[in-house]
C-alpha cells in the first residue's frame, strides 16, 4: 500500500476546519438520510395520518441525533468518542410495527425502551468477551458489518422498494453512474474531489435522476406545500407509554443481536481511527454500547423509531479518511436541526433511492475489505481456515436460505438471523473448541506452575 | 411549468402501491389514447407495431361491445373472433367481468381477475387486468386492456369488491348474498373473497368456506402477534365508515411474518347493520 492511500486526512480527536467540518457532516448527513425510509414505511404500515408520519420521523431524527452526538463528543463514561454516528435501525423494524399493531405506539414506545435498557446491560459483557475475539474474528466481523448491508444497497440501486416490485433501466443507469462517480472521484480525485466523492457523487446522481425521470422533479416541486419550519408535537399517539411481557423475549433477541451489529460496528470503528492498535481496545467498545443503548431508549421515551449505529457511515470515513469524531457530532446537531426543518429535510429524503444505494454500496466496499485485510494479516493455520470458513458458510447461508431457515428447529431460528450476528457467533463459538487442546495445555501449565 | 406536466396529469394512480400495477395502467391509458385520437386507423397502427405493445409481463387487446378481439398484441390468432362467452378454468367469463367493470363506478380502471395463459405456454396463470372505455372519432364503442400476469395483491382491489358489495346489498337486500358469496362472481379471486359478519361476530358470509361454518369466532380471531384485528376494526368503523386493519401472519417458507390487510364497511341489510369486509396481502419492504 502506498503512503497517499494510508494517509489519514483528519484524525479521530482533530477538530477540522469549519467549512471542512461543515460539509463532511452533511455528506454524513445525506448518507444518513437513507435511514428515514424506515419511519415513512413504518407510518404507512399503521396507515399514520400526515401529521403523524411528519412527527414521528422528527422525534426519529431527534433521537438518532442525540444519540451521534452522544456516541462521539467525549461524554464521561458514554460514548466511544469515534467517527459512529446513530441512524434509525432496520433490525428493530419488523418487532416495532408487531408493538404498535398490538398496543399502538405507547406499546412500541415502551418496548423499545426496554430494547435499549437491555442493550446497555449488555455493554460490560461483551467488554468481557475480549479473550474471545482474536485479531481474525475481529476482522471477520467488520467485514460482515458490510456484507450486512448488500441487500438493501443493491435493492436501492435498482430502485425497488417492495420484493418483487417492477424495475426501471434509467434506476439503474442512475445508481450505476452515481457509484462510479463516487468510486473514480475516490481513485482520481485529489484534495477537495477525494475528500467529497460521496457528496459529488451524490449530487451528480439527482441531477441524472432529475434529467431522466421526470417524476423525481415533479416529487420536489411537491414539497411546495411543507412548511420551513416546525415543532415536533406530543400528540394523541405519543402520550403514552406500556409495555407487554409477552413481547419482551422478541425485543430481548433483537436487542442482543442489534448489540452484536454495534459491536462489529464499534470494531470497526476502531480499526479505521486507531490502525496502530495491536489487539481491540474494549473500553471505547463497552461506552459505545452503552451510548448505542441509551440512544434506543432515548426514541423510545421520544417516541421515534429505535436507532442503531451505522455501518455505512463508518464504511464513509474509511473511504475518505476524515475520521474526526467531531464530524459525527456535527452530522448530529445538523440531524436534531433538520427535525424542526420539514421543507428541507422532505427535500432530502426525496434523494432517489438508486443514488442512496450507490452510496452504501460504496461504504460497503471499504468495510469488506478492511475487515478482510484484518482477518488475513495474521499468520494462517487451518484452525482458522474452519473457523472462519464454517462461520461464513453459516451467516451467508441466512440470507442465500431464509426459506430454509423459517422451517429450522426454533433455537437455530433465534440464533441464525442474519449474517452479521450469525457468522460472529459461529466464529467465536468454534474458535474456542477448535483450540480446546492449546487452552487446556495453557491450563495445565499454570497448573504445574 | 407547462414542460413539465406528464402525460399522466388527469391519471390518479396513487391508491397502488406497486410500480407493475402502475406501468400497467398507463401501458393501457396510453394504447386508450392512440385509439381515441386515431380512431379505427388506430388499429392498423397497432397491428403493425405488434412488439411495441406486449412486454414480458402483460400485453395490450382491444374489444368491440360485441366481444368480437379486434387486436390481441399477444395471441394473434384470437383476433377476429367472438370471445365473449369464453370461460377461464374456473368458468369465469373474463370478457363479461370486464363489460362490467367498465360500468363500475367504485372501479376506475376497471379491474378484473381471472386465468389466461401466457403466449406460447400450455398452463394456467393468475391474471388481473385493466380496461379503459374508448368511443373512437367515427363513433364505435371499443375497450382496451392489458393484464398483469402473477400479479401482486393490492389493497385497491380488495376495495373495490367490498365497495360494490356494500353497494349491491343495500340495493338489493338479502337476494344480494346468494350473488356474492357465489365464487364465480366477482367477489371472490384468487384466495380473496367478499364476507359479511353481524356486530356479535355472527357469520352471514364466511370468509373461508362456501358455507357457514361453526366455531370461528371473528372478533376473537387473533394474529401472530396477538393483534385482534376484527375487533379493532369495528372500534375504528364507531366513528368511520370505512376501516383498514393490517396484521400479521406465519408464512412457512418465510423468516418474516407476512403483513396481511383486513378493509372492512358498514352494510345495511334489510334493516340491521352487518359488517362486509376482504382480506388481501400486503407487500414487503425489501
Known sequence: MDK???????????????????????????????????????????????????????????????????????????????????VCGPSYFSLSLSAAWTGGI?????MIIVAGLIEMALAPVLQKLKNVFPTFIVGLVVA??????????????????????????????????????????????????????????????????????????????????VPLFALPSMGHAFTHITFDLKMLIPFTIIAISGSLKSFGNLLAAQKISEPGLQEPNFVPIRRGLLADGASTA????????????SSSNIGLAGATKVLSRWISVGAGVIFVVLAFLPKISTVLSL???????????????????????????????????????????????????PELYARAPHVIQIFFTDPLPTTAIVAVVLNQIFNIDLIIGRLKKKNHR | MTGCQSRYENLDLSMYQYRD????????????????????KGLDYFRHNRTMFITEDYYLYIYDTDG??????????????????????????????A????????????????????PGKFFPVPKSSCHFKVTTPEGTQLFVGGGLNYPFEEKEFIRIIVDGAVDLIEKKGKSALSEISDPLSHYHYRDVCVFAFRPNGDIVISPIMGSSIYGIQLLECRDQVGHKPFMSALKKLKSKNEAWEIFMVKSRYQRQLVKKCLYLRKAVLSGEEIFVGAITNLPMPV
Open chain 1, 4 to 86: 497517499e492511500e494510508t494517509a489519514i486526512e483528519y484524525s479521530v480527536n482533530q477538530v477540522p476546519p469549519l467549512r471542512h467540518l461543515l460539509l463532511s457532516s452533511i455528506q454524513h448527513v445525506l448518507i444518513m438520510f437513507v435511514s428515514l425510509a424506515l419511519p415513512v414505511i413504518f407510518a404507512s404500515q399503521i396507515m399514520g395520518s400526515v401529521e403523524f408520519t411528519a412527527n414521528f420521523i422528527a422525534f426519529s431524527m431527534l433521537a438518532a441525533g442525540l444519540g451521534s452526538i452522544m456516541q462521539s463528543v467525549g461524554l464521561p463514561f458514554i460514548g466511544s468518542r469515534y467517527l459512529c454516528p446513530n
Open chain 1, 106 to 110: 405507547p406499546l412500541m414506545r415502551g
Open chain 1, 144 to 225: 460482515m458489518v458490510g456484507v450486512s448491508v448488500i441487500k438493501i444497497s443493491v435493492a436501492s440501486v435498482f430502485g425497488v422498494a417492495y420484493q418483487g416490485d417492477g424495475i426501471r433501466n434509467s434506476d439503474i443507469i442512475i445508481g450505476i453512474c452515481s457509484l462510479m462517480v463516487m468510486v473514480l472521484c475516490n481513485i482520481w480525485g485529489r484534495g477537495f474531489v477525494k475528500t467529497y466523492c460521496l457528496l459529488i457523487g451524490m449530487v451528480f446522481g439527482w441531477v441524472l435522476a432529475v434529467l431522466l425521470l421526470p417524476e423525481y422533479w415533479h416529487s420536489i416541486l411537491e414539497v411546495h406545500d
Open chain 1, 298 to 309: 432515548l426514541a423510545g421515551l421520544l417516541g421515534g423509531m429505535a436507532v442503531d449505529t
Open chain 1, 351 to 401: 434523494t432517489p433511492k438508486p443514488v442512496f444505494g450507490a452510496a452504501i454500496v460504496f461504504t460497503g466496499c471499504f468495510m469488506i475489505c478492511i475487515g478482510l485485510q484484518e482477518t488475513f494479516s495474521e499468520t494462517w493455520d487451518p484452525r482458522k481456515t474452519f473457523v472462519v470458513g464454517i462461520a461464513l458458510f453459516s451467516g451467508l447461508s441466512t440470507a442465500f436460505l
Open chain 2, 21 to 40: 400495477t402502475k406501468n400497467l395502467v398507463k401501458f393501457v391509458y396510453d394504447a386508450a389514447s392512440i385509439l381515441e385520437k386515431e380512431g379505427m
Open chain 2, 68 to 97: 368480437i378481439n379486434m387486436f390481441h398484441a399477444g395471441m394473434e390468432h384470437l383476433e377476429g373472433k367472438n370471445l365473449a362467452d369464453i370461460t377461464d378454468k374456473d368458468g369465469k367469463k373474463p370478457y363479461q367481468m
Open chain 2, 99 to 118: 363489460l362490467r367493470a367498465l360500468e363500475d363506478p367504485h372501479n376506475p380502471h376497471a379491474w378484473v381477475h381471472y386465468s389466461w395463459w401466457e
